[in-house]
């Protein structure tokens, strides 16, 4: 069936004859399935995206232009939801990837390393307690591994005052830890 003959099929279609809208469906399902099976290849990914395509053509039949060829308007449809699902499909590969990873990796309250990013947690709350010039050297030193020398070229401050701050800030970081008895800490 072509769209002159399909023309008033949709015009009744338009109005809501949903026996129109089978005919019209019968006329151009095995062309939208053909043309979504080429650019999805799941059986079951296809099967809905087709539904997916009727549904919104359905929805969507008040925008349609009579002075435009009908196949035409259906494929911009049908590539458009394509489009969507991949991108859709996309998110959800990486959700899954994500929710995979964090599902291999068991959450203990208990483990080491856990405990281990508590004791961090803390420790960087009592580093952000220094002033800004020895909170500064003990970032650089000890969260991006810069060494003193590299530290007085970034700061450009001697070297000899970027380790009296360095000393200065580990004597008020081991004073603070022992005020909230942290035994923990190793210094």
Request: with cysteine; net charge neutral; hydrophobic share 40%.
């Amino acid at each position: 069936m072509n769209d002159k003959e399909l023309r008033s099929w949709l015009e009744q279609a338009t109005l809501g004859d949903e026996s129109a809208f089978q005919l019209v469906y019968e006329a151009t399902h095995q062309d939208v399935y053909r043309t979504v099976a080429f650019l999805v290849y799941d059986k079951q990914d296809v099967e809905d995206i087709v539904n997916e395509v009727y549904m919104r053509m359905w929805r969507s039949f008040h925008q349609y232009d009579a002075n435009r060829p009908f196949r035409f308007w259906l494929h911009g449809i049908t590539i458009h939801l394509v489009q969507d699902w991949k991108r859709k499909a996309w998110r959800r590969i990486r959700l899954f990837e994500r929710n995979r990873q964090m599902a291999c990796e068991p959450f203990n309250w208990t483990d080491k390393a856990f405990l281990q990013s508590e004791m961090q947690h803390e420790l960087f709350g009592l580093v952000r307690q220094l002033s800004y010039k020895l909170r500064v050297v003990v970032i650089l030193r000890y969260f991006h591994d810069y060494d003193l020398e590299e530290i007085a070229d970034i700061l450009q401050i001697p070297v000899g005052t970027v380790k009296s701050r360095h000393h200065r800030a580990l004597h008020e970081l081991r004073k603070r830890i022992e005020m909230t008895g942290g035994n923990e800490y190793v210094y």
